[in-house]
């Protein structure tokens, strides 16, 4: 069968699995909230997508597995790493922060993640792997199911062209203000400030496209993020100051303890 017709499959089974995942790992894990992940406004997730086809096509190479699924992790954390920094620099946008995590480069990458992708590497190397080559039989079988493959990249195209749309307005704002824009960041507080003032909020179409609401939107996450900065230079500064103090009084302290094992004769003099 034509290679590229069983990548576009995996494609699409990768996307919208992938959405999927991170839906729930952001309600249960991460952020606790319903965040339509992505940047994209449908319910896939390309980067996973390009995960299912690479982590496919490696499955094939004659290696020990250990080394097979070393290849998929190293292989699909570049993938992200690229597609990160794609959007930063290109558009001022940061689809995902891992700046808190140990070890983490430009925020975009960390040994953390690069070991959940080799979980999922396992995952896939030893249990789905041999479902996702039935799938590719099953659509030998049903090429009829092409069809609705080619109506999901054309759904893309069109949520791609709209999702770009929004990025290069935020893309000037972000610019405009020196800032880098963290889109779920962006989403959740939408989402806040939308049941703060008891307003209808779309959890797919979370970003507004209309030019006075989107700037309404970026105003207020800025006002945030600045309000953040603040709360974290106070505290740092707190901490300093007790630092400083706590040094001082040692200080004082050990004067004080020195002051008084003086003998009589050397107090005198």
């Not at 449908?42 to 094939?60: E, R």
């Not at 020990?64 to 794609?86: D, H, N, Q, R």
């Not at 930063?88 to 975009?108: A, F, Q, R, T």
Request: charge should be positive; proline fraction near 3%.
């Amino acid at each position: 069968m034509n290679v590229f017709l069983v990548l576009a499959f995996l494609f699409f089974i990768g996307s919208v699995l992938g959405w999927i995942l991170e839906l729930f790992y952001r309600r249960i894990i991460s952020k606790g909230k319903w965040i339509n992940p992505g940047f994209l406004v449908g319910p896939y997730l390309p980067l996973y997508g390009f995960g299912l086809c690479v982590f496919y096509l490696l499955s094939t190479i004659n290696l020990k597995p250990v080394f097979v699924i070393l290849i998929m992790m190293f292989s699909v954390t570049a993938i992200e790493y690229i597609a990160g920094l794609i959007f930063i620099k290109g558009m001022g946008v940061k689809l995902w922060d891992y700046s808190e995590e140990w070890g983490n480069i430009d925020g975009l990458i960390c040994p953390l993640y690069m070991l959940l992708w080799g979980v999922l590497a396992t995952i896939y190397y030893y249990i789905v792997n041999p479902y996702v080559l039935n799938s590719v039989s099953w659509l030998e079988d049903n090429l009829a199911f092409s069809f609705f493959i080619g109506m999901f990249f054309g759904i893309i195209l069109i949520d791609t062209i709209y999702s770009t749309q929004l990025v290069v307005k935020i893309r000037k704002f972000a610019r405009e203000k020196e800032l880098i824009v963290k889109y779920e960041e962006l989403k959740a507080s939408i989402m806040e400030q939308a049941k703060k003032n008891k307003e209808k909020y779309s959890f797919v179409f979370a970003i507004s496209g209309n030019v006075k609401s989107i700037e309404k939107q970026l105003n207020q996450y800025m006002k945030e993020q600045i309000k953040r900065t603040n709360k974290i230079k106070r505290t740092i500064n707190l901490f300093l100051h007790d630092k400083v103090k706590l040094k001082k009084k040692g200080a004082n302290n050990e004067s004080s303890s020195t002051e008084s094992e003086k003998s009589p004769s050397e107090s005198r003099k």
